[in-house]
């Protein structure tokens, strides 16, 4: 079967980093992605990892490594407006559909 | 205007009764999806669809129909509404043809009570 775990709350205070960690037991694993959702809108696309190492995207990163089923995503700067939920998702080979994790609802302290 | 629109936004409807929820999208993608999103539970795959004529139940099918009508729509059927069907459904996209399959695009999502 599938599963991805990931922590379902995090606090942090404005201007930090915080790091949102993600690990998968997955068949046939292709690669990771993030998405975020503020308050039950629609998900929207943050980052993917095909391959082991740091995707940066602005003040949002990814890393993933394979050999551990493990990745994360890393949130610097933080800012009121990144308070929302987080999934991690893996696409399996012969591709096209994401397994989801559960969330993690990060809140941002002034 | 919306790339990946989802009708009614809002719906309650009573135990037993058969309804339809509706998404259209203007990105002409190949790939669309329906999801089902429970507090606390992410998001699951109900059906997903490559093509017109390429339909796939997702891990939690059940109770759940859908028809792909054109490449730009995909309707979700509950045949006989329950309770526990009571969640908020999203339909998302993705392009084959971009390479990255993997970048999905909801719509907003339609919040279903069912009493």
């Known amino acids: 079967g599938q599963s991805l775990e990931q922590p379902s709350e995090v606090t942090a205070v404005e201007g930090a980093i915080v790091q949102i960690n993600c690990t998968y037991q997955?068949?046939?694993?292709?690669?990771l992605s993030w998405y975020q959702q503020h308050d039950g809108g629609a998900p929207t696309f943050l980052s993917y990892n095909g391959l082991d190492g740091l995707e940066e995207t602005g003040r949002f990163s990814s890393f993933l490594s394979r050999s551990d089923s493990y990745g994360y995503l890393l949130l610097q700067e933080l800012q009121m407006k990144d308070s929302a939920s987080y999934f991690c998702a893996v696409t399996t080979t012969g591709g096209g559909k994401l397994i989801f994790g559960q969330g993690t609802e990060l809140s941002v302290k002034p | 205007d919306a790339d990946v629109t989802q009708t009614p936004r809002n719906r309650i409807t009573k135990t037993g009764k058969r309804i339809m929820l509706e998404c259209s999208q203007t990105?002409?993608?190949?790939?669309m999806y329906w999801y089902r999103q429970d507090p606390g539970l992410g998001l699951r795959l109900i059906y997903y669809s490559f093509d017109v004529k390429d339909i796939n139940k997702g891990e939690i099918s059940d109770g759940y129909s859908v028809s792909r009508q054109a490449q730009a729509k995909f309707s979700l059927s509950l045949e006989s509404a329950i309770p526990n069907q009571t969640a908020l459904y999203f339909c998302?996209?993705?392009?084959?043809?971009?390479?990255?399959?993997?970048?999905?695009?909801f719509g907003p999502g339609t919040r279903l009570l069912v009493l």
């Open positions: 998302a996209t993705s392009d084959r043809g971009s390479g990255r399959e993997e970048t999905q695009y």
């Open positions: 990105k002409g993608h190949d790939r």
């Open positions: 997955t068949s046939g694993f292709y690669g």
